[in-house]
């Protein structure tokens, strides 16, 4: 896991200091009115963290294999009304998050990362190592879209 910790740690540094120089316009801009803001989307990624310490935790104290539901993504973004939030509130949420998921991620084993997990359907099995492993491959594609410029 410390590969995959690093690599959280990595696009948190990335995180901070773009979000340190973005304007609020372009962290508020959006391209139509189905399309996430930046600030939006940091907000997906808080209710991603919150989602899977449940999950990461859960899969260790449930019957075998846990098995993984899908987060109502749009709908959380909008009643948490992310849009509307100070953008320092967000970063901060964000950052402490993902502490608490870096010391989970941290705190495994081989055999808890071995734990065998269901995915979304009967059938569809893996494991922890890849639950917390794509956790942070969602965070990377969630934050390049932040740091991208906008379409001028």
Do not use: C
């Not at 773009?18 to 996430?36: G, P, Q």
């Not at 059938?123 to 794509?134: F, I, P, Q, V």
């Amino acid at each position: 896991m410390i590969a995959t910790t690093n690599k959280l740690d990595a696009l948190l540094n990335l995180t901070r200091e773009y979000i340190s120089k973005a304007s609020r316009a372009e962290l508020n801009h959006k391209s139509s009115s189905e399309k996430w803001s930046k600030k939006e989307i940091m907000g997906h990624l808080i209710d991603s963290g919150i989602n899977n310490i449940q999950r990461f935790t859960r899969v260790q104290i449930e019957k075998e294999p846990y098995r993984i539901l899908p987060m109502k993504q749009a709908e959380l973004v909008q009643v948490n009304d992310y849009q509307n939030a100070e953008i320092e509130e967000l970063l901060a949420f964000l950052m402490a998050i993902n502490a608490r998921v870096k010391n989970i991620m941290l705190l495994q084993n081989a055999q808890t990362l071995a734990t065998p997990i269901e995915l979304y359907r009967e059938g569809n099995m893996s494991d922890m190592r890849y639950l917390m492993e794509d956790y942070v491959v969602h965070f990377e594609h969630h934050i390049n879209q932040i740091i991208k410029p906008l379409a001028t």
